[in-house]
């Protein structure tokens, strides 16, 4: 960027532009919106672990099918947890999880708040959803067991290790959420992703307007340790979106 | 009768005896006392084997505070993490995978030639061996003595070939060579009854057929499972299982286990092709968190809520483990969560 800066007076003005709005974008929602749509920034910000996600989307094309299979749209349902893909291409070398297992096994929530697999999902967020889902209405018909007991969990973890599983608690999530704003009329697809990515990440059990206001929050990391500046949980899943259709 | 009886139960006392002089039971030392409501957060904790509680670095959760147990004594509140200066530290809390993987180099550039006409030769300390159409696998031990090959005709018939001389031919299509710690032992996968189509082979780059491969053995399974043989290091076959019992990690040598080689179907623990043990339906055996003991007769099973031997005494599960292997002797070092609040480290040799 500096050398095309200097290399002619005539580029001089549109290359401080253009470096003034890049410096911008990392905190600018309507920058970041405009490179959504070329559906390319977020690729460069995290590159190889993007492109590590990718891979892996593209190696188990199975995830894709058996969603379509069962009448949820697929670029809808990965874009979701694309992000938490990212993370964990980042994080997978220095997880530990074997002592968090055990403790969570031997004592339950206290011990819960940590992130298993690929889609990065906490033992909470599977216990939530298994006490709220409804087989009535989804392909996935098994009966938890929702007790608070060292049996659940072990159930519960060996789930959660499973992409497959994953895969069952991605569809579960997307049933809770079409039943619990059913009453909903999004304006756009896009409306509704980036409530739902923000449910995901955030908490569906927050409020409607509590979601709603995290949406503009930049909270997501791909690290272990929060770093200073984050990125918007939201954006990179329409990012994917956006790049996913246009490759369809 | 009667002294046939007294015969089998001394036979039965002086096994047990020697038994638990193998397998003594394990040494405890207590390390630390939380306090009520007090959880860890291992992630940040360096937890070691030195037996003091002075050598913990613990950083705990309690009230919406952190706490730090250093040098013996317990510092805090933080309210923040940035408040506290975190340790590094250096070991992992439970190994991931208790399973050997050898390390493979490339040895078909060092030891294999292509010949004017297309096909290859394998050059081992002085000798030729071949022409073959293709070595798929090439296997090497590590003082350079011995190799173990996997080659292929023009049909795609598959054989199995040593420097020690072997040469045999192999049914099916070539899955997995998995060497034994030493490398000097080894296991050959083959799957039966794979459709290959000859012609459409001679087309493709590696790559392709490769993946070719992989498609054709994805069928099978699709179509209602197949067969796998495994093949040991003189070309006897161990057994056929069902492929989908096979998993990259199963069969497969133990880090400890020496050249036994052992897998698990269901519940059932197999040592060199021999039921070992059929654990308990609430267990979750897999060779991952299974140690063998180098003799391949003893074993630990680190399970989500115990810590199972093969004596049948069973312990605290761990939140951080070491497996320290001198000789022939395994020990298994470990940290559990007693009672929510009593840190205690165990010892034990498998």
């Known amino acids: ?248 | 009768m009667s002294r046939k009886f007294l015969f089998n139960y001394l036979l039965l006392f002086t096994l047990s005896v020697f038994n638990s002089v193998a397998q003594e039971d394990a040494t405890k030392k207590a390390l630390l006392t939380l306090q009520e409501g007090e959880s860890i957060v291992t992630n940040e904790s360096c937890l070691n084997f030195s037996g003091h509680n002075e050598q913990l670095y613990l950083v705990t959760w309690q009230d919406k505070q952190f706490y730090v147990y250093e040098n013996g004594t317990r510092k805090g509140p933080y309210k923040k993490p940035d408040d506290i200066k975190f340790r590094e530290c250096e070991n992992d809390q439970i190994p991931e995978c208790a399973v050997f993987n050898y390390p493979e180099e490339n040895y078909i550039e060092s030891f294999v030639e292509l010949t004017d006409d297309g096909t290859y030769i394998i050059k081992f300390r002085g000798e030729k061996y071949g022409p073959y159409n293709y070595v798929y696998h090439l296997h090497v031990s590590p003082d350079k003595a011995l190799f173990a090959a996997i080659v292929a005709n023009a049909e795609m018939k598959f054989s199995l070939i040593t420097s020690n001389g072997l040469e045999q031919n192999l049914t099916g299509t070539f899955e997995r060579f998995i060497s034994s710690p030493s490398g000097k032992q080894f296991l050959v996968l083959i799957k039966e009854g794979i459709d290959i189509d000859i012609s459409a082979l001679s087309n493709m780059s590696e790559a392709d057929m490769i993946k070719y491969m992989q498609e054709q053995a994805q069928k099978q399974q699709d179509a209602g499972g197949s067969v796998t043989q495994i093949i040991g290091t003189e070309g006897n076959l161990y057994g056929k299982y069902v492929s989908s019992v096979i998993s990259s990690n199963n069969p497969a040598y133990c880090q400890t286990g020496s050249d036994n080689w052992y897998m698990v179907i269901g519940n059932t623990l197999f040592v060199n092709g021999n039921m070992l043990k059929q654990f308990d339906r609430n267990t979750n055996p897999s060779t991952c968190n299974i140690w063998l003991s180098t003799d391949g007769k003893r074993f630990a099973l680190i399970d989500y809520n115990q810590i199972l031997f093969s004596d049948g005494k069973s312990y605290p599960p761990p939140i951080k483990l070491e497996v320290e292997q001198s000789g022939t002797k395994t020990i298994l070092k470990w940290i559990s969560l007693e009672n929510e609040t009593e840190l205690v480290s165990y010892s034990k040799e498998l």
């Open chain 1, 1 to 248: 960027m500096k050398q095309s800066l200097l290399a002619t007076r005539k580029n001089y003005n549109i290359g401080l532009i253009v470096f003034f709005i890049s410096i911008l974008l990392p905190f600018e929602s309507f920058g970041q919106k405009d490179q959504i749509k070329e559906g390319a920034y977020y690729q460069k910000i995290f590159q190889g672990r993007y492109d590590d996600a990718l891979q892996f989307l593209d190696d188990n094309s199975w995830i894709s099918d058996s969603l379509e299979k069962n009448g949820i749209d697929p670029n809808f349902a990965i874009a979701i947890i694309f992000p938490e893909l990212i993370r964990y291409s980042s994080i997978k070398d220095k997880m530990e999880l074997g002592g968090l297992l055990t403790l969570y096994v031997q004592y339950g929530e206290k011990y819960a708040d940590f992130s298993v697999g690929r889609f990065q999902m906490k033992p909470t967020f599977a216990e939530l959803l298994e006490k709220d889902f409804n087989s009535k209405h989804s392909y996935i018909k098994i009966k938890f067991n929702n007790s608070n007991t060292i049996e659940a969990r072990i159930e519960r973890i060996k789930r959660l290790s499973d992409i497959k599983w994953q895969v069952n608690y991605l569809a579960m999530f997307l049933n809770i959420m079409d039943t619990r704003y059913s009453e909903i009329r999004w304006e756009s697809q896009e409306e509704k992703l980036r409530f739902y990515a923000t449910a995901y990440n955030s908490g569906y059990k927050l409020s409607k307007e509590k979601i709603k206001q995290h949406i503009c929050y930049n909270m997501f990391y791909t690290g272990l340790v929060k770093p200073d500046s984050c990125y918007n949980y939201a954006d990179i899943v329409l990012d994917y979106f956006y790049k996913s259709k246009a490759s369809k």
